[in-house]
């Protein structure tokens, strides 16, 4: 008797807020629910293709995919290839041609981790590498324009879809990988991403991420000698020095953290930076010679970069006797803000979601979001992120997809979209 009063309940609450939206609001929901299937295929064969990021005639594939179901909307494609040394394979960008109500910036990413996990259906959920990241947030992207065009909402509108190629390992030099995506932020006045979503959230904040490189040089000699005048302490002694003062003195600090992920050191060593990879040798009675770490820098605004940086560098100019130590960094992703302007459009998801009987929107917290391409254009406009597929174990050979959720998402966007360009 109960669960049957629960359910009555839950009728009139679905019915009640059936009844805030439009005709055309409500023929957009009923086309997302008419397309389920078919979504779910296009989900099934973009997780199909592997679209590692060095794999360039994959990410292409999935490109293809996805720009006839685009085409087919009604939308312009264009492929935007990447400079052959930078071994990336471009990017898909496609455009309405309307010209009504603002112009809305649609971004996500064709490229995965990693690569080789099939689709497989589990119940209500799938496992597949990039299905969650992000080919799952793409496949939202599409059905919900579809469900504009299939409702007669999408004519004469503006929106610009930016499906980038190397999001998981972004392409250099950062001037030429972004530049189409950055151009077309400024031409756009509001931008959505689709990373994946964190439970009921949505990101208005997200940090920016910074490499550093940390190399050691020290003088070599018996190990009888280590910590006399004329010995010193060793480069391992010296960058352990370093990494623990990193620990000590700028930990805590919110929205701030930073990793030294790899460290090689002993009397001869060798480090591919680019492979992440590295040999050492050396022998227990050897003060070791040389010592090399990189790690990563996040930060939630530029600011703290700066701070941040500058208090690393003067940690590493304290050098223990009889070594020298330098550090470089390389600013790969700005931060996201917190702006008000963020705050403004995830208001208006909320209102979407409450309208469609699903619930509130609380914003996450930028300390469980990494870096993403919306960093790149949130400077200039107002952005939100965390639009896109539930799941969890990204970046895993486990990463699994919600599908439940998968129909609350697609009608979620396509009510905002429609009402954000009206």
Same mark, same amino acid.
């Given at each position: 008797?109960?669960?049957?009063?629960?359910?009555?309940?839950?009728?009139?609450?679905?019915?009640?807020?059936?009844?805030?939206?439009?005709?055309?609001?409500?023929?957009?929901?009923?086309?997302?629910?008419?397309?389920?299937?078919?979504?779910?295929?296009?989900?099934?064969?973009?997780?199909?293709?592997?679209?590692?990021?060095?794999?360039?005639?994959?990410?292409?594939?999935?490109?293809?995919?996805?720009?006839?179901?685009?085409?087919?909307?009604?939308?312009?494609?264009?492929?935007?290839?990447?400079?052959?040394?930078?071994?990336?394979?471009?990017?898909?960008?496609?455009?309405? +041609?309307?010209?009504?109500?603002?112009?809305?910036?649609?971004?996500?990413?064709?490229?995965?981790?990693?690569?080789?996990?099939?689709?497989?259906?589990?119940?209500?959920?799938?496992?597949?590498?990039?299905?969650?990241?992000?080919?799952?947030?793409?496949?939202?992207?599409?059905?919900?324009?579809?469900?504009?065009?299939?409702?007669?909402?999408?004519?004469?509108?503006?929106?610009?879809?930016?499906?980038?190629?190397?999001?998981?390992?972004?392409?250099?030099?950062?001037?030429?990988?972004?530049?189409?995506?950055?151009?077309?932020?400024?031409?756009?006045?509001?931008?959505?991403?689709?990373?994946?979503?964190?439970?009921?959230?949505?990101?208005?904040?997200?940090?920016?991420?910074?490499?550093?490189?940390?190399?050691?040089?020290?003088?070599?000699?018996?190990?009888?000698?280590?910590?006399?005048?004329?010995?010193?302490?060793?480069?391992?002694?010296?960058?352990?020095?370093?990494?623990?003062?990193?620990?000590?003195?700028?930990?805590?600090?919110?929205?701030?953290?930073?990793?030294?992920?790899?460290?090689?050191?002993?009397?001869?060593?060798? @480090?591919?930076?680019?492979?992440?990879?590295?040999?050492?040798?050396?022998?227990?009675?050897?003060?070791?010679?040389?010592?090399?770490?990189?790690?990563?820098?996040?930060?939630?605004?530029?600011?703290?970069?700066?701070?941040?940086?500058?208090?690393?560098?003067?940690?590493?100019?304290?050098?223990?006797?009889?070594?020298?130590?330098?550090?470089?960094?390389?600013?790969?992703?700005?931060?996201?803000?917190?702006?008000?302007?963020?705050?403004?459009?995830?208001?208006?998801?909320?209102?979407?979601?409450?309208?469609?009987?699903?619930?509130?929107?609380?914003?996450?917290?930028?300390?469980?979001?990494?870096?993403?391409?919306?960093?790149?254009?949130?400077?200039?406009?107002?952005?939100?992120? +965390?639009?896109?597929?539930?799941?969890?174990?990204?970046?895993?050979?486990?990463?699994?997809?919600?599908?439940?959720?998968?129909?609350?998402?697609?009608?979620?966007?396509?009510?905002?979209? @429609?009402?954000?360009?009206?």
């Amino acid at each position: 008797m109960k669960r049957n009063a629960f359910a009555l309940l839950l009728l009139l609450a679905t019915s009640a807020s059936a009844a805030q939206l439009t005709r055309t609001e409500q023929k957009i929901v009923a086309a997302v629910d008419a397309r389920l299937a078919a979504d779910l295929s296009l989900l099934e064969r973009s997780v199909n293709i592997r679209s590692a990021t060095e794999n360039l005639a994959g990410v292409r594939a999935v490109g293809d995919l996805f720009a006839a179901e685009l085409r087919e909307i009604g939308l312009k494609t264009t492929w935007i290839d990447m400079p052959p040394e930078m071994k990336r394979a471009g990017h898909l960008f496609a455009e309405t +041609g309307g010209t009504k109500g603002k112009r809305i910036l649609l971004i996500g990413h064709l490229d995965t981790v990693l690569e080789g996990q099939p689709f497989v259906r589990e119940g209500n959920s799938a496992r597949g590498n990039g299905g969650e990241d992000m080919k799952g947030g793409d496949v939202i992207i599409i059905a919900a324009l579809r469900a504009l065009k299939d409702a007669g909402a999408l004519d004469d509108r503006r929106i610009i879809v930016a499906l980038t190629g190397d999001e998981e390992d972004t392409g250099q030099p950062l001037d030429v990988a972004r530049r189409a995506l950055i151009d077309a932020a400024k031409r756009s006045d509001l931008a959505l991403a689709f990373e994946e979503s964190v439970g009921d959230t949505a990101t208005v904040a997200r940090r920016g991420f910074t490499s550093w490189r940390l190399d050691v040089t020290a003088t070599t000699a018996h190990s009888s000698g280590i910590f006399t005048e004329s010995s010193g302490s060793g480069a391992v002694f010296e960058l352990a020095r370093i990494v623990n003062t990193f620990y000590e003195k700028l930990r805590g600090e919110e929205n701030l953290t930073f990793n030294p992920s790899v460290v090689v050191g002993g009397t001869e060593i060798t @480090y591919d930076s680019a492979a992440k990879r590295g040999t050492a040798f050396g022998k227990t009675n050897v003060i070791a010679a040389k010592a090399t770490a990189e790690g990563d820098l996040r930060f939630l605004t530029n600011e703290q970069r700066e701070r941040t940086k500058s208090a690393m560098r003067a940690i590493v100019a304290a050098s223990l006797p009889r070594a020298s130590a330098t550090i470089t960094f390389t600013d790969e992703y700005p931060a996201m803000g917190p702006t008000a302007g963020n705050y403004a459009l995830l208001k208006s998801l909320d209102q979407a979601s409450r309208d469609l009987g699903y619930g509130e929107v609380p914003a996450l917290q930028p300390s469980k979001r990494g870096a993403g391409d919306v960093s790149f254009v949130a400077p200039l406009l107002d952005s939100l992120d +965390g639009l896109g597929s539930r799941g969890d174990g990204a970046h895993t050979s486990e990463e699994r997809m919600d599908l439940e959720s998968l129909p609350m998402l697609i009608k979620r966007t396509a009510l905002l979209l @429609y009402r954000l360009t009206r």
